[in-house]
């Protein structure tokens, strides 16, 4: 690996107080939403890991990317800190997993966006899917499923084919009771049922855990949606929660939510929440970092991710981290 640093102190009227260790030829420029683009001339192909501090001590990655002539990223952090550097590094060989770093109690989690409402993370040599469906070949390059879960049954979440090509020997898959009673003999022989939403909740299955994160239903609905044959989740991983809508609208529970570090938030018209519904709910429940997901809409266009940022705002300190889901 490759590392290469040199300090840079921005005038004030750039970014604030805010200082940055970059790479050599690396260009930062303050955005008007207080974001710190981030841009060097790079070797195609590779790969470049990208970490920040506020201490020169404790250095913590940020990004790892995959790089064209140029690499390139966006820090939705930065307007939270006083002072951040960074430095990159150029990774030696090959298939690193691209995407977000994130750190708990238990290990480092990378969070990998595939499509729509797919992704994939990876946590201590174990793999996470959420709602895998479409070509195989999207999830060619990942190692396979130890822990799958499944939203609902809708087609763009849930395929029996991608689940049977994805899933690792020995995985185990979390799904709603729809979903169960669409599955083959050999995906319901590995799959848990979780029930949320009942009319009583001494029905509702309790907890899981699975490859040592603990695994909790949200009910997920709205008027496309049933109450009871949608479910959202929220996994726990080390000291970190991580809440993944599936398909909802606006509901009490999810405002409810408790403690979310980070969030997946579906927003598209006409199936989930439009953009000021989805912002409003966000600033409800309050997690430190949301991930605006399955925003195509129904007519092929997409949400409005800026004004999602706009109205989410800055002030309640909730990072809105936009990525390449489409």
């Known amino acids: 690996?490759?590392?290469?640093?040199r300090i840079i102190a921005l005038p004030a009227f750039l970014l604030g107080s805010l200082c940055v260790v970059i790479a050599a030829q690396l260009s930062i420029s303050k955005q008007a939403n207080g974001e710190a683009a981030l841009s060097m001339p790079a070797t195609a192909g590779s790969f470049y890991r990208i970490e920040s501090t506020e201490d020169f001590v404790q250095w913590t990655p940020m990004m790892t990317l995959?790089?064209?002539a140029t690499l390139q990223h966006t820090d939705s952090a930065a307007p939270y800190f006083t002072k951040r550097f960074y430095r990159t590094t150029e990774l030696s060989g090959t298939g690193h997993l691209t995407g977000d770093h994130f750190q708990t109690s238990a290990g480092e989690v990378i969070i990998h966006p595939v499509n729509h409402a797919s992704f994939v993370m990876s946590w201590n040599g174990k793999m996470i899917y959420s709602?895998?469906?479409g070509a195989t070949t999207l999830y060619s390059g990942f190692p396979k499923a130890d822990l799958i879960v499944v939203t609902h049954a809708h087609t763009d979440h849930y395929s029996n084919t991608t689940l049977a090509a994805v899933a690792n020997t020995g995985a185990r898959i979390i799904a709603p009771q729809a979903v169960y009673n669409s599955m083959t003999a050999a995906l319901k022989a590995i799959t848990t049922i979780m029930l949320t939403g009942q009319s009583l909740p001494a029905n509702n299955t309790p907890p899981q855990t699975a490859i040592g994160i603990n695994i909790a239903g949200v009910p997920a609905y709205n008027s496309n949606h049933p109450l009871g044959t949608c479910n959202a989740y929220v996994l726990t991983i080390g000291d970190k929660r991580i809440f993944i809508s599936g398909d909802t609208g606006d509901s009490p529970e999810m405002r409810a939510l408790p403690n979310i570090d980070v969030a997946f938030v579906c927003m598209n018209i006409p199936f989930t929440m439009n953009v000021s519904t989805a912002a409003s709910v966000v600033r409800a429940f309050r997690p430190k970092i949301v991930f605006p997901y399955h925003h195509r809409n129904?007519?092929?266009?997409?949400?409005?991710?800026?004004?999602?940022?706009q109205q989410v705002g800055t002030d309640l300190g909730i990072e809105v981290r936009v990525r390449t889901w489409y």
């Open 1 to 5: 690996m490759r590392a290469f640093l």
């Open 66 to 68: 995959q790089s064209g």
């Open 131 to 133: 709602d895998p469906v």
């Open 298 to 309: 129904q007519d092929g266009t997409f949400a409005d991710l800026v004004a999602l940022k």
